[in-house]
């Protein structure tokens, strides 16, 4: 039989087919309507994020643009008024020679007038012995004027010095002082070869005035050769301890006005740096005119507390050693309270500072308790005798004095707001990571904001003290106010063959001469204003880098030996202050931009 097929069936599956397969379109095409959309609303959140990056592109811009113009005028106003004191300077100067003319014609003059004097008085009698009274009365006269002018060249000189003073603050420079030794008996050794000339312990370093020393270049064979360096201050081998510390004293007064103060001591092994910065019997007695300028300092600075507020001002000590390229803290100590040697790491905090880590301080109430610790602790500073020096020092000292204040005066408490500004800026900005360890330089920027911001003591064993939860923004006018006055007594320079040292007393005086070269470096970089300044070539200039290039007021003591034997060194102790004077360190508006270090 054929197959009958119903073809009304057959449209229907297909009408069927065609209605699902047009129902699965009609989906699909809203679907694409839906990702449309979707699609649209994403770019128009593009659209606007990307015209609100350029409003905020633009913004800051102009703000970029401002802080040039408003930079450029500040230094244009710095340098006009640098020029107005380097006229004042200039014409002092010619008053001063003006003065010294007119002086000597006074002298002159007043010797005549006392020679016709005697004549008279020997020659003339009777009705003569009114005019000798005159002339006598003529002398007199000159005498006082001549007193006048010196008392008024003396304030002419002094007002110099406070107008170079002021000077030396506005262009930010290191302040540079010299001391010359006096001879030792060390000094006389014999020459090699008898009769031979220049003899070893002759004196080629004298002071020409109190801010000049000359040198003198001696050769076999040549013409004498002086070379003259200035700096603020020159001391002679007749000055005191008690003069050498008058002249620093003034920076202290800086430490309660919210300042760093930094003093160093820089020179030649056996030329009287420690002598100069401890004093010649610290170890035997707290008190005396041999003292240097550690206990002198220590002193002042509580004396200017006691002065203050009581409980307004809190003392801690830190005291640690650069020994072989690596950081010693020298008042650590173990479980059962003896000394022990312990490493610490120096690394660079978010706000470009350096930070000891596990550094120990220590609070102290007076001058006393600061010479006990360091008496202390000055028996495991690292010492070897040496051909130029039976007890020489081979690590460089470093004693922090930190001082927190409750109550702060309006310069510090407007500092301390400046800072405070700053910090909230760079918070938004990049980090500065340690390349030693991440975690340690969280620990240390978590430790350096508690210790800035505490507002409780410090504890006994270790300072600062953490917070487990420190506020964002802690009120400026209840929180402490610190400052700290850094101390330095560096290692000497000197040749292996001078020093005659082997073994591993040849590796100490390799690794101060490399690190004395590094702080060399970093100041030769900060005088030519080189965009990268070596700090971490080597321990010290990290330990050191915001006194020397921060906002810290920095003071250099040249220590020079007078004698022919270590003419070398003293030339390269005096090209290292003419350097450092040369430096103009940033001003601390310019905090905020710190240079990018290695």
């Known amino acids: 039989m054929p197959l009958f097929i119903n073809r009304d069936q057959i449209f229907a599956h297909q009408v069927h087919l065609l209605e699902h397969k047009l129902r699965s379109k009609e989906e699909r095409i809203l679907e694409l309507e839906t990702e449309n959309a979707i699609l649209h609303l994403r770019l128009s959140e593009c659209l606007g994020k990307l015209r609100r990056d350029h409003e905020k592109e633009t913004k800051a811009l102009k703000h970029h643009l401002q802080q040039r ?16 004191v380097q006229a004042v300077k200039q014409d002092f100067s010619e008053l001063f020679a003006v003065y010294l003319s007119f002086s000597t014609e006074l ?35 000159l005498e006082r004027s001549l007193e006048e002018e010196r008392e008024r060249c003396r304030a002419e000189r002094q007002r110099r010095k406070e107008l170079h003073n002021t000077l030396v603050e506005l262009r930010g420079n290191i302040r540079v002082h010299c001391r010359v030794r006096p001879v030792l008996p060390f000094d006389h050794v014999p020459s090699s070869t008898p009769g031979s000339w220049p003899a070893l312990s002759e004196e080629v370093v004298s002071t020409v005035s109190d801010d000049t020393v000359m040198v003198n270049c001696i050769k076999t064979g040549m013409p004498v050769h002086n070379k003259m360096y200035e700096f603020e201050r020159v001391h002679g081998p007749e000055e005191s301890q008690d003069a050498v510390f008058e002249e620093v004293k003034p920076l202290l007064t800086s430490l309660l006005d919210g300042y760093n103060v930094c003093i160093m001591a820089y020179g030649q092994t056996g030329s009287g740096k420690t002598h100069t910065m401890m004093g010649s019997q610290l170890l035997e007695e707290h008190s005396g005119g041999q003292q240097g300028i550690i206990p002198k300092a220590a002193a002042e600075l509580f004396r200017m507390i006691s002065e203050k507020p009581a409980d307004s001002h809190t003392v801690e ?49 007076d001058a006393s308790e600061v010479m006990q610790i360091l008496s202390r602790v000055l028996k495991l500073r690292a010492h070897c005798p040496t051909l130029v020096h039976p007890d020489s020092s081979r690590s460089h000292l470093i004693v922090t004095l930190t001082i927190s204040s409750k109550s702060p005066n309006a310069l510090a408490l407007a500092r301390r707001l ?50 487990p939860c420190p506020s964002p923004r802690p009120s400026v006018s209840q929180a402490l106010f610190k400052t700290k006055l850094q101390l330095v007594d560096l290692a000497g320079s000197e040749s292996v063959g001078m020093s005659g040292v082997s073994g591993a007393a040849l590796w100490e005086v390799s690794c101060i001469n490399r690190s004395l070269s590094a702080l060399s470096d970093v100041l030769g970089a900060l005088a030519e204003q080189r965009p990268h300044v070596p700090y971490r070539n080597s321990k010290l200039t990290h330990l050191l880098q915001d006194a020397i290039g921060g906002d810290a007021k920095l003071l250099v003591m040249l220590c020079v030996s007078p004698t022919q034997r270590y ?23 310019r905090k905020g931009n710190p240079l990018k270090v290695k």
């Open 317 to 365: 000590v830190s005291v640690m050693e650069v020994y072989n390229n690596e950081v010693l803290d020298l008042l650590a100590k173990d479980a059962q309270g003896n000394p022990v040697e312990q490493r610490c790491d120096v690394i660079t905090t978010s706000n470009g500072a350096s930070q000891v880590i596990a550094l120990k301080y220590q609070p102290v109430r």
């Open 567 to 589: 003419v070398t060194e003293s030339l390269q102790s005096l090209g290292f202050g003419t350097r450092a004077r040369q430096v103009q360190k940033e001003l601390p508006r």
């Open 69 to 84: 113009n408003a930079q450029k005028i500040t230094q244009s106003a710095l340098a006009k008024l640098l020029s107005e």
């Open 107 to 141: 002298e002159e003059q007043s010797k005549q007038l006392l020679d016709k004097v005697q004549q008279a008085s020997c020659s003339l009698k009777g009705d003569r012995g009114d005019e000798v009274q005159d002339l006598q009365a003529v002398v007199s006269a």
């Open 418 to 467: 400046q800072s405070a500004k700053k910090d909230m800026q760079l918070a938004a900005q990049k980090e500065w990571w340690s390349p030693r360890c991440r975690r340690a330089n969280l620990a240390a920027r978590k430790s350096s904001e508690d210790h800035f911001f505490a507002s409780t003591a410090s504890s006994p064993s270790r300072s600062p003290s953490h917070s």
